[in-house]
């Protein structure tokens, strides 16, 4: 079946402007995820979604970060007055059941702030 | 909270040969431990994890190893392939944290014909 999609994959943005980042999980995935990932570096945890609750944003790096998933399906990852250090991969991850330990992740969303 | 060290951060081998990637981690309550695999440009892909219950784990040419008191797991990678060039990431989870994953910095593994 379809895996975790993500878009656009690719976001150029000049400093200061809003972006929308969109993760579509595997269907009937209850368990969604978002990271951050810096070049050269592992992935961070920035907000884990169970269903449509987010049960820990303690990984947003600041109130400029704001994540949703009002029908516990589709998530966005919000960035308003983006800065040139959020420049980096977003990766959303997605798991079956809440408490299932495997993540299935999308292809990442490639954000440049100029 | 959780940290997860890595070493090396680059590890170049013989096609052939065997390659080794270590990790620790700081928190004796994590009890899941992935190994992704991430080519240049491309989404992490899982290729074998290992619960705390359980000491070694094998697929194929790929093997895990576990020790809890020591806090540290490994991954082995037998029979080296070019295509098992990648960068390889560790990670650790718990229940407690909704599994969330705690990242290794990157080990990039270059195998050499």
């Known amino acids: 079946g379809a895996g975790v999609s993500q878009s656009p994959r690719y976001k150029v943005a000049k400093r200061g402007q809003d972006v929308a980042l969109r993760c579509d999980p595997i269907s009937g995935h209850v368990s969604l995820f978002w990271y951050q990932q810096a070049l050269g570096q592992g992935p961070e945890f920035l907000t884990y979604?169970?269903?449509?609750?987010?049960?820990?944003k303690s990984g947003l790096p600041s109130d400029r970060f704001f994540a949703e998933r009002p029908e516990g399906s589709v998530s966005t990852l919000k960035i308003q007055r983006t800065q040139q250090e959020d420049s980096a991969v977003y990766l959303c991850?997605?798991?079956?059941?809440?408490?299932?330990?495997?993540?299935?992740f999308g292809p990442g969303t490639r954000l440049l702030v100029l | 909270g959780e940290n997860v060290e890595q070493h090396p951060s680059t590890l170049s081998v013989q096609e052939g040969d065997s390659a080794v990637i270590k990790c620790t981690y700081s928190?004796?309550?994590?009890?899941?431990f992935p190994w992704y695999k991430q080519e240049l440009g491309k989404r992490p892909q899982l290729i074998i994890d290992?619960?705390?219950n359980v000491g070694e784990k094998k697929d194929q040419r790929i093997a895990v190893t576990l020790n809890k008191t020591a806090k540290h797991f490994s991954l082995h990678i037998t029979e080296t392939q070019p295509e098992d060039s990648a960068v390889y990431f560790c990670?650790?989870?718990?229940?407690?944290?909704?599994?969330?994953?705690?990242w290794g910095a990157g080990t990039k593994l270059i195998i050499k014909p």
């Open positions: 979604f169970q269903n449509e609750a987010q049960l820990d």
């Open positions: 990670a650790a989870s718990m229940v407690r944290a909704n599994y969330q994953l705690i």
């Open positions: 290992i619960r705390s």
């Open positions: 928190d004796s309550a994590s009890n899941y």
């Open positions: 991850a997605s798991s079956l059941a809440s408490l299932s330990e495997t993540q299935y």
